[in-house]
């Protein structure tokens, strides 16, 4: 194994990703982050350089368990302070498991402000992939806005509530297009719009007739699920979150924030350009156009093609998505052990099953977890954890069950939630099955969350309709193949069951990754193994805030 060192250097940069001129955060002046690659085993050892006055940033690896580095991970009010303006820091960690990831900033709603890049682990020379290929590429999907993170969070937060709405454009590799005469003329805002500025050409995935390629995606959407498509190209999934799954074709790839996947495409069309396609799905998109890529044969002169722009099923086909979904099964024989199957006789000892409501907090509105919303407090809860520091998190924890009457089907019954800050504890060895239950918002709307869990991969269990019932509901769960992910979809009035081993000593968060929901608190904080954390100790440089600046007199 060797060491990967990078210097990145933190600054809001002038970028115009879909042809509107907009300041987001840049690492060494670009924007979308550069691209780190690492083989299995690698040490990572990426220092960062905050050059922005007014905010600190965090770095999260999202994919990488971060075993025995819990520290490492990035979550700002769990794992770390922010890195403040004017400090370095240095995230050392080990890339365990081949695969495709990302990482993204995990302080504020900075993803959204374009503070992500990709992060591809290899396998080491002499093992292969069971799949074949000739090259590959990297795509991130993203949606994109125009008013700065500040104006958006600020609005969530207000009274009223004043909601993001929809996207302004989707992105390819930090590239889509905006129609600027959508704009008025003569407006400040006109004038921040060139559709012939380069920053915003299309992405272009070149290819070489007669050769396969591994196309890696990743999204980093903050609210929309996007679906993939390319123009008269199918798709065989290989890959999903770092693990490989038996493979399948499709012609279009549902696509939820937070997920990863590797597909194989084979070059093997007549024609020089190809659309490539990006769609919302499961909400009403109202004119949101498809973000464009281009395809491009052995070379030839890049132009768009003046083909209909691809479309993947309709934005409310809730049923295409379920079925995509429940194709995931593991690959049996997975050549990297730590990809484990399911252990079926594996005995579970504890089961959360989990209400996401939206509800009202003094008037603001929130989303919670069994009527607790989530709200940070200023000390790392991992630190707190550690070190026992009364005040760092509430020490009740959380329900661990919905109550048993609930109407999904319906607002909720009481709109004032409570906000808290505890934590689920968890003994080393635990194996634990977690139902997400998804349910009518206050309109009585249900939409898809895509749930992320931090330091551990889990098994998808199975997806169904309805209320999940503790007694029947566990008879449909895949228990013979699972496939192993750290990210997945909870469908509209629906549940989605999970189980996982904790084996990673840390405070780790399970969230939704829409950016906007984990914002108005959607999500949970998991521990397990704090004594062994406190064995190893955690390096100071990530204490310098709350209680533990205090207590171990830093800065
Ligand atoms: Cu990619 Cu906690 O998120
Ligand atoms: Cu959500």
Redesign the pocket.
Known sequence: AKVVEHDFEVAYVDAAPDCYAKTVIGINGVYPGPTIRAVQGDILKITFHNYIATEGITM?W?GIRQVGSAWADG?AAVAQCPILYGESFTYEFIVDRPGTYFY?G?FGSQ?AAGFYGALIVDLPAGKHEPYHYDGEHMIIVNDWWHRPIVTQEQGLEAIPFKFVGDPQSLLLEGRGRYNCSAVPTYTPAAISCNQTDERCAPHVMKVERGKTYRLRLASVASLSSLNFKIEGHKMKVVEADGHNVQPFWTDNLDLYS?ETYSVLVSANMPGDNYHLGLNVRGREDHNVPTGLGILNYNNAPVRQPSTPAPKGPAWDDFEASKRQARKYKALKHNPDPTSHALDRHAKVTRTLILLTTQQKLKGHIKWAINNVTYAPLPTPVLAGLVYNISGSYDTAPPPDKMPADYNIYAPPPVTETNKGSGVYQFKTGDVVDVIIQNCGNLQNISENHPW?L?GHDFWILGYGDGKYDPKTSPKTFNLKNPPMRNNVPTFPFAWTAIRFKLDNPGAW?F?C?IEWH?HLGMGVVFAHGIEEVRAKGIPNSVLGCGLTKQLFKLR
């Open positions: 999260h999202h979550t993204h995990h993803r937070g992320h931090h968060p969230h990754h984990v």
